[in-house]
């Protein structure tokens, strides 16, 4: 699976990077649950029984080549929330429920292993989120980077600036190398 800028506006996009097994595990006939308004996401709440932690709960996110948000339990694979498809950025989200009307992103972060979404993805994160209208962090409140190592072919989250593979302690590129 190759990792391509898409035609049409250049948007770096993401295929699934990780294990085999995993891809093979999951039922990508089954995405996750597009949300286009906030309400949207209380339904997801209520229509898969949810459990609300202090008012919050977590959930797995992709932004799939759409433009849409799409969110999924947070046990649940980012390769199943998008189908399969390659996608423009993927994380984990926490939704605060204030109200029964009112909510908010309180956490958003861009750590997948399965497509290892850079940073930068953020600014097209923003641009779902703000169709939504729904309150959100100025940026990922914890950006990861990720590099694979080109020796055994380990994927890495890069822990503070440490560009070193955590399998075989071999140096890791200083740029993203999913292609």
């Not at 948007?11 to 999951?26: N, P, R, T």
């Not at 909510?103 to 097209?124: A, M």
Request: proline share 2%; charged share 25%; net charge negative.
């Amino acid at each position: 699976m190759n990792n391509s800028k898409s035609k049409k506006d250049n948007i770096q996009l993401y295929s699934y990077v990780g294990s085999q097994e995993i891809f093979d595990s999951v039922d990508i006939n089954f995405v996750g649950y597009k949300i286009s308004k906030s309400k949207d996401i209380l339904n997801w709440i209520e229509k898969t029984a949810q459990e609300l932690i202090n008012n919050s709960i977590i959930a797995t996110f992709i932004i799939n080549e759409n433009h849409q948000l799409v969110i999924n339990d947070r046990h649940s694979e980012h390769v199943q929330c998008a189908g399969g498809k390659n996608v423009i950025s993927a994380g984990e989200i926490s939704f605060l429920i204030e109200k029964k009307d009112k909510i908010s992103i309180n956490e958003i972060s861009n750590q997948s292993t399965g497509y290892c979404p850079k940073p930068e993805s953020w600014k097209y994160v923003e641009k779902v989120l703000s169709k939504i209208e729904i309150e959100y962090p100025n940026y990922f409140t914890l950006a990861f980077d990720f590099r694979l190592c080109t020796n055994c072919q380990t994927i890495n989250l890069i822990k503070e600036q440490v560009f070193e593979c955590q399998m075989c302690e071999t140096e890791l590129d200083l740029k993203w190398n999913f292609h």
